[in-house]
């Protein structure tokens, strides 16, 4: 066994909880369900942070594990398309085209313990231990160096939970969840007094899994409502273990990289875009880009991006560079800012974002043309050949852009605002005492030293 010397001040353990709101903790610490985060506050400090654009977690866990925008890193969304041939993919760590902060401390000869972040799958080298997070479907192909993956196998680790049980088998699920999180916790705290290392990160998925599916219980005194808040009574317990593993001097951080909300309506993007005209398809039951006709002038896919069918870029592009691309840029804009819920007279898109205005970088050009973010409750779907502006489904819970959070132990936040998820690379760099890589758009949002 290790045991860890008591000055430890450059080292640097993250916990990372998905999906978890900057003010949900706060009603949770208020209402002591979460007493050991409550009682963390007394030793360092909190603060509401930004995600990315969209708020999705492989774009904003991306953006934290390179300290980079989209533009630099080349993730744009859990699903992407190649413009020519015209067609979509899950996008994946061999997508993402920059650095990580695990092979950048690597290069530096730090240890490093990866475990379970999104878009780490299939696991790159490290100086240490990198377990894959979700698209990782096997154990055996999840781990570097590989041959750690028996052990954890034998262990009992789960990469993640069956989501499809939402739809009707919630109590097997909710049993899930509290089990593969009691899991991941053990053999992270394991990881933690028997291996070295200079930096961990844990990541917890099941925050984000139970959000997107039991949200309205605990909001509308739901079936679930007492086994949602039970969960999180968990998280704050899991949260003490962690603890319980390290000394003062270890740098702890806990972090989130979107806030959550309830769903009010599903909104179907493509649906406007063919009412007005924009999209035309080649058959009467689209179900792939490949049904977009060349007369399209342009598409969304999820959440809220959409692109022109730009000729020279996509495979049957049509709409020509300049004014007629603006044209274009600006009807859309124009469609998605009249867009009123019909039962409230709500508003449904808040902010329509320019490519320029949200990435930069060498990459930046294989972004979405216009990004749409919603107001909280209106979840952003992209349905090809749908009759239907609003719809449902068995998800409870949407991602939110400016309601994630960061807490660091031992220090106090810089007058640095607004903060992004992002910024957790340049903070992390600063409490190792080691020197920035070129080219991040990380900024350090500490003040001085301890």
Same mark, same amino acid.
């Given at each position: *066994?290790?045991?860890?010397?008591?000055?430890?001040?450059?080292k640097?353990?993250?916990?990372?909880l998905?999906?978890?709101p900057?003010?949900f903790?706060?009603k949770?610490?208020?209402?002591e369900v979460? %007493?050991?985060?409550?009682?963390?506050?007394?030793?360092g400090?909190?603060?509401r942070?930004?995600?990315?654009i969209?708020?999705i977690?492989?774009?904003?866990?991306?953006s934290?594990m390179t300290?980079?925008?989209?533009?630099?890193?080349?993730?744009f969304?859990?699903v992407?398309?190649? !413009?020519?041939?015209?067609e *979509?993919?899950i996008?994946?760590g061999?997508? +993402?085209?920059?650095?990580?902060?695990?092979?950048?401390?690597?290069?530096?000869?730090?240890?490093?313990?990866?475990m379970?972040? %999104?878009?780490?799958?299939? %696991?790159?080298?490290?100086?240490? +231990?990198?377990?894959?997070?979700f698209?990782?479907?096997?154990? /055996?192909?999840a781990v570097? !160096?590989?041959?750690e993956a028996?052990? +954890?196998?034998?262990m009992g680790y789960v990469?993640d939970?069956?989501?499809?049980?939402?739809?009707?088998?919630k109590?097997?699920?909710?049993?899930d969840?509290?089990?593969?999180?009691?899991?991941?916790?053990?053999?992270?705290?394991g990881l933690?007094e028997?291996r070295?290392?200079?930096?961990?990160?844990f990541? #917890?998925?099941?925050?984000?899994?139970?959000?997107?599916?039991?949200?309205?219980?605990? /909001?509308n005194?739901g079936k679930?409502?007492?086994?949602?808040?039970?969960?999180?009574?968990?998280i704050?317990?899991?949260?003490m273990?962690?603890?319980?593993k390290?000394?003062?001097?270890?740098?702890?951080?806990?972090?989130?990289?979107?806030g959550?909300?309830?769903i009010?309506k599903?909104?179907?993007?493509?649906?406007?875009l063919?009412e007005k005209g924009?999209?035309?398809?080649k058959?009467?039951?689209?179900?792939?880009?490949r049904?977009l006709?060349p007369e399209?002038?342009?598409?969304?896919?999820?959440?809220?991006?959409?692109y022109v069918n730009?000729?020279g870029?996509?495979?049957?592009?049509?709409?020509?560079?300049?004014?007629?691309?603006?044209?274009?840029?600006?009807e #859309?804009?124009?469609?998605?800012?009249?867009? /009123?819920? %019909?039962?409230?007279?709500?508003?449904?898109?808040d902010?329509v974002?320019?490519?320029?205005?949200?990435?930069q970088g060498?990459?930046?050009? @294989?972004? !979405?043309?216009l990004?749409?973010?919603?107001?909280?409750?209106?979840?952003l779907?992209a349905?090809?050949g749908?009759?239907?502006?609003?719809?449902s489904s068995?998800r409870?819970?949407?991602h939110?852009?400016?309601?994630?959070?960061?807490?660091v132990?031992?220090?106090?936040f810089?007058?640095?605002?607004?903060?992004y998820?992002?910024?957790?690379f340049a903070?992390?760099?600063k409490? *190792?005492d080691l020197p920035?890589?070129?080219?991040?758009?990380?900024?350090?949002i500490i003040?001085? @030293?301890?």
């Amino acid at each position: *066994m290790f045991f860890r010397k008591k000055n430890n001040r450059n080292k640097v353990v993250v916990v990372s909880l998905d999906g978890v709101p900057y003010t949900f903790l706060e009603k949770m610490i208020n209402e002591e369900v979460m %007493p050991n985060l409550k009682n963390l506050l007394n030793y360092g400090e909190i603060r509401r942070t930004h995600s990315v654009i969209p708020p999705i977690s492989s774009v904003a866990w991306s953006s934290f594990m390179t300290g980079k925008n989209p533009g630099k890193h080349g993730i744009f969304g859990f699903v992407d398309r190649k !413009p020519n041939p015209l067609e *979509m993919y899950i996008q994946t760590g061999v997508n +993402l085209k920059a650095q990580t902060l695990w092979e950048y401390l690597s290069e530096k000869g730090k240890q490093v313990i990866v475990m379970n972040v %999104p878009e780490t799958y299939p %696991p790159r080298k490290v100086n240490g +231990l990198l377990i894959s997070g979700f698209l990782a479907s096997e154990i /055996e192909n999840a781990v570097y !160096p590989k041959n750690e993956a028996k052990k +954890l196998k034998e262990m009992g680790y789960v990469i993640d939970v069956d989501a499809g049980k939402a739809k009707d088998k919630k109590d097997e699920m909710m049993n899930d969840l509290l089990h593969i999180l009691d899991k991941r916790v053990e053999i992270s705290c394991g990881l933690l007094e028997n291996r070295k290392w200079d930096f961990c990160i844990f990541h #917890i998925m099941e925050t984000d899994r139970i959000n997107h599916f039991f949200w309205l219980d605990y /909001e509308n005194d739901g079936k679930f409502k007492e086994e949602f808040i039970q969960f999180y009574r968990e998280i704050d317990n899991s949260i003490m273990k962690f603890i319980d593993k390290l000394d003062d001097s270890v740098n702890l951080i806990l972090m989130s990289d979107h806030g959550f909300c309830g769903i009010k309506k599903e909104v179907n993007l493509n649906h406007i875009l063919h009412e007005k005209g924009l999209i035309v398809y080649k058959n009467e039951n689209p179900n792939s880009l490949r049904d977009l006709s060349p007369e399209t002038k342009a598409y969304s896919m999820i959440p809220g991006r959409f692109y022109v069918n730009l000729k020279g870029r996509e495979e049957s592009g049509t709409v020509e560079q300049g004014e007629q691309y603006d044209k274009i840029l600006n009807e #859309i804009t124009h469609h998605l800012n009249e867009l /009123e819920d %019909p039962d409230t007279g709500s508003k449904i898109i808040d902010k329509v974002h320019l490519n320029s205005e949200v990435y930069q970088g060498e990459y930046a050009k @294989d972004g !979405p043309d216009l990004v749409a973010l919603p107001h909280n409750g209106y979840d952003l779907k992209a349905k090809l050949g749908s009759n239907t502006l609003f719809g449902s489904s068995y998800r409870q819970g949407m991602h939110t852009y400016d309601d994630a959070f960061m807490y660091v132990r031992n220090h106090q936040f810089n007058d640095l605002h607004p903060a992004y998820v992002y910024d957790g690379f340049a903070t992390i760099l600063k409490l *190792m005492d080691l020197p920035f890589p070129e080219d991040i758009d990380s900024r350090v949002i500490i003040k001085g @030293d301890k």
